[in-house]
């Protein structure tokens, strides 16, 4: 899915970014489709525009890209857990994935 100047503000929004560089821009962009791709090789498919489920999805995507755009100068020690409700999120997207057929 593209990032579209509309999911783009959007993202920016939820990141707090208001006048973001050329360089955040891409990177944004860059967490964005790798957020989208780990949702999909979850099994999680991109739900209807308008939805509910569809605006748990988004939410997913923007937990995973300010996660992971926080995180890229950081030094890590120890283990990162992961936010459990991030994880309850992720797991009632992949429950009510519509069944193929159904």
């Given at each position: 899915?593209?990032?579209?100047?509309?999911?783009?503000?959007?993202?920016?929004?939820?990141?707090?970014?208001?006048?973001?560089?050329?360089?955040?821009?891409?990177?944004?962009?860059?967490?964005?489709?790798?957020?989208?791709?780990?949702?999909?090789?979850?099994?999680?498919?991109?739900p209807?525009?308008?939805?509910?489920?569809?605006?748990?999805?988004?939410?997913?995507?923007?937990?995973?890209?300010?996660?992971?755009?926080?995180?890229?100068?950081?030094?890590?020690?120890?283990?990162?857990?992961?936010?459990?409700?991030f994880?309850?999120?992720?797991?009632?997207?992949?429950?009510?994935?519509?069944?193929?057929?159904?």
């Open positions: 899915m593209a990032l579209t100047d509309e999911r783009q503000a959007g993202l920016l929004a939820y990141c707090r970014i208001e006048e973001p560089t050329a360089e955040e821009l891409l990177t944004l962009e860059t967490l964005y489709d790798a957020a989208v791709g780990y949702l999909e090789g979850a099994g999680v498919s991109l209807p525009e308008g939805t509910p489920r569809r605006a748990q999805y988004d939410l997913a995507v923007n937990f995973m890209v300010l996660r992971d755009f926080d995180l890229r100068d950081a030094e890590v020690a120890g283990a990162i857990q992961d936010n459990p409700a994880r309850r999120l992720i797991t009632q997207l992949k429950l009510t994935e519509p069944r193929e057929g159904a």
